[in-house]
Each structure stands twice: as structure tokens, then as C-alpha cells.
């Protein structure tokens, strides 16, 4: 038997399970957890899902521009510390170094931060010329930082924290558990939660519903400290807490590169995620003192920060099977109904201390 199901079993014996509690196992026990286990869940290859990083290097090449513009808003610092949360691979790293050109490539050093170690594995390889030449390091999710100028930015780190889903049943609210016999919805008080999800829709209506990630504020604050001025990204799947509320958000896995809405299966054999709610991120980094803050679909964000025109002029010199990659990938990222327009993109920056 799956070895985590064998532990949940145990606890479900004394009583329902809440579906957050599920997830937290099943991405994140020390041994067993999806985020925890030796080899990487990533990618195309017979894997379970794949980011926009496995589409190629626009993501990270448009992630160079605005992050130098940062650097040049902030007085061009002579380091630009970039600090990547579930970093992953490093892909992003990888893609964002090998981008950076000029002044801006002399300053900026980018940190990898993600705790699976299948992730570090597979980052010390990508990034393996950029830690060579101390361009790059990889730092524990416990390790204090050193205060930096400079951004965080993160791809699909949001949307793989346990999250609780909450629904509406006209009077009353419901969270989602695990019991010996299955999921259920079963009454409960939703504390914080509630007050949020109730100030957040101009009327509740039956059905609705959303997710709630009990760890967002203490990460948030966490990844916030050290900045001490520079830009806030964060990439992500999500909408805003109205719209959520509205389609009723819930908890989905991705096996084999389906995606279905059983959580409770395969544990630590399958990807869980829950919508990111932008509103609330957006609201917890305010609170962290962040302005200017927005969120927009990332086919808008690439569009805005990204020479499209004259990046698609200089690809006409790429080997046909090269262009079509590079086309392929802007496609996926700046056509509706595709990575680009599912995903967002937030931003918020912090002003130097005057
Ligand atoms: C969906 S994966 C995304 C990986 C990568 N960014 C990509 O796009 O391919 C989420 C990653 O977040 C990491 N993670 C979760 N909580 C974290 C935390 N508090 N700090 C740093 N990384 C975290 C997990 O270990 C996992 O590798």
C-alpha cells in the first residue's frame, strides 16, 4: 500500500481529515511527500504536468528585461540580488542568467530556494556555469538571508501551498475533509477564512466557495523581510478572490499530465494544486508595505515588457526547427485559452528607505 495512504488511514480511523491537511502530506511529508521525494516530478517526460518553463526561454528572457528595469528604477545597485522561492529545476534561473546582459548581468546574482531535493539535484546541473562563477547560489527554505536590494520572484510557487476549500450552502459554510468512506463536505466554522470570502462577493450565493491557504501571510512576510527594495513577482495559476468565489475553487490533481479533482488519491504520486487568490496575495504583500501593486494575465504582462517585434524579426535568422520553437512558445504564452491567459502575473514594489 501506498505508504502515506497507510499513515492517513491511521488518522482517518479517529476522525475526518480536512482536504488541506491531505494536500500538506501528501506535496510535503519529509519522506514521502510529492515535493520531498528523490526524483523529480517535473516536465514533459512521463511526468505529471509542465510549467511554462518546459514551453522554452520566453518566460525567463522577458523575467531579464523587467527585472533589469528594476534595477534601473532602483539606481542601478551595483548587486541585484534576485531570490527565487520554489524555484524548482532553476529553469527560470537558468533562462533569467543566461538573458541578463551587460551592466545589469555584472550585478545581479540569483539565489535558487526550494527545499525538494530532486529540485536542488536537477538545479545544480542547470545552473551548474552560473555557480561556478558565483552568479548563482542555492539556499535552504530555513536559511535567514541576508537583507537585498533587488526582487523575489517565484513560478507556481503559490498555487502548491495546502490550501482548504470552503463552500456555501445558502446558509451556512462547509469545508471539504477526508473520511474513511471519501471526501465530504462537512459544516465548520471557517474563522478568518469566512470573513474574508464574505467581504470579498456582494452576495453569497449557493455553490460558492474558495480556497483558503492557512500558510500564505507567514510566507509572504517571510519572502518580504529581506527585501528591502526592489519588486515583488509572482507567477502563478489563480484569479481574483470574487471570481473564485464565484466558480466555486477546489483542490485539483495532475497525474500523467491529466487533471482531475482527486486530491485524495495516489498521495505523494500525483501533483495538488489550488487556485492562487490574487486579491488576498496582493492584499498580504500591502500589508508587508509593497505598492503599486497589480495583477494581470501573463500573456498581457509578456506582451507589455517583451519586444515581441523585434524578437520575432532576429528569430527569422534561427533554424527553421529553432523558430518554431521560439513561435511555439510565444504562442503558448500571448494566445487566449492558452498557458498565458490562464496564468497571472503580480507585481508590487517597495521604495528604498529614505
Ligand atoms: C509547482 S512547483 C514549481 C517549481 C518551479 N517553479 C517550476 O515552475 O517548474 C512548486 C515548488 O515550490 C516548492 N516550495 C513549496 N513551498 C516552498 C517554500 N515555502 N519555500 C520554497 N519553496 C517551496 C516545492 O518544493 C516545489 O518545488
Known amino acids: 500500500m501506498n505508504p502515506l ?158 490550501a482548504q476549500p470552503w463552500r456555501w450552502d445558502g446558509t451556512a459554510w462547509a469545508r471539504e475533509v477526508l473520511t474513511a468512506s471519501g471526501p465530504e463536505w462537512q459544516p465548520a466554522d471557517p474563522g478568518e477564512a469566512g470573513t474574508w470570502f464574505a467581504a470579498q462577493s456582494d452576495g453569497l450565493e449557493p455553490g460558492d466557495g474558495s480556497v483558503w491557504c492557512e500558510g500564505l501571510p507567514g510566507l509572504v512576510h517571510g519572502l518580504s523581510v529581506p527585501l528591502r527594495a526592489g519588486l515583488f513577482l509572482a507567477v502563478d495559476y489563480g484569479e481574483s478572490a470574487a471570481r473564485l468565489l464565484a466558480k466555486g475553487a477546489d483542490l485539483r490533481r495532475f497525474k500523467a499530465h491529466e487533471v482531475d479533482g482527486k486530491w485524495h488519491e495516489d498521495l505523494g504520486e500525483a501533483d495538488l494544486t489550488a487556485d492562487v487568490d490574487f486579491t488576498r496575495l496582493a492584499a498580504r504583500l500591502a500589508a508587508e508595505g509593497f505598492g503599486e501593486l497589480s495583477h494581470v494575465e501573463l500573456s498581457r504582462w509578456i506582451r507589455a515588457h517583451a519586444p515581441l517585434d523585434a524578437w520575432g524579426a532576429a528569430w527569422l535568422d534561427l533554424p527553421e526547427a529553432e523558430r518554431l520553437k521560439r513561435t511555439e512558445n510565444l504562442l503558448q504564452l500571448t494566445l487566449p485559452g492558452l498557458m498565458g491567459s490562464r496564468f497571472r502575473v503580480l507585481e508590487g514594489w517597495r521604495e528604498p528607505a529614505s
Open 5 to 162: 495512504q497507510a499513515s492517513l488511514e491511521a488518522r482517518l480511523a479517529r476522525g475526518p481529515v480536512p482536504a488541506a491537511e491531505v494536500m500538506a502530506l501528501a506535496l510535503y511529508d519529509p519522506q514521502q511527500g510529492y515535493y520531498r521525494r528523490a526524483e523529480g516530478p517535473w516536465g514533459f517526460d512521463g511526468k505529471d504536468y509542465y510549467t511554462a518553463l518546459d514551453l522554452g526561454p520566453l518566460l525567463g528572457q522577458t523575467l531579464a528585461l523587467r527585472l533589469e528595469a528594476a534595477w534601473e528604477r532602483l539606481g542601478r545597485p551595483p548587486r541585484f540580488t534576485a531570490l527565487e522561492p520554489g524555484a524548482g529545476r532553476g529553469w527560470l534561473g537558468r533562462d533569467l542568467l543566461t538573458a541578463a546582459s551587460g551592466p545589469f548581468a555584472e550585478a545581479l546574482v540569483y539565489l535558487h530556494r526550494d527545499d525538494s531535493p530532486a529540485a536542488r539535484r536537477a538545479a545544480e546541473a542547470a545552473l551548474a556555469p552560473f555557480l561556478a562563477g558565483g552568479r548563482a547560489r542555492l539556499v535552504g527554505e530555513s536559511e535567514p538571508l541576508e537583507p537585498f536590494v533587488g526582487a523575489v520572484f517565484s513560478n507556481e510557487l503559490f498555487d502548491a501551498l495546502p
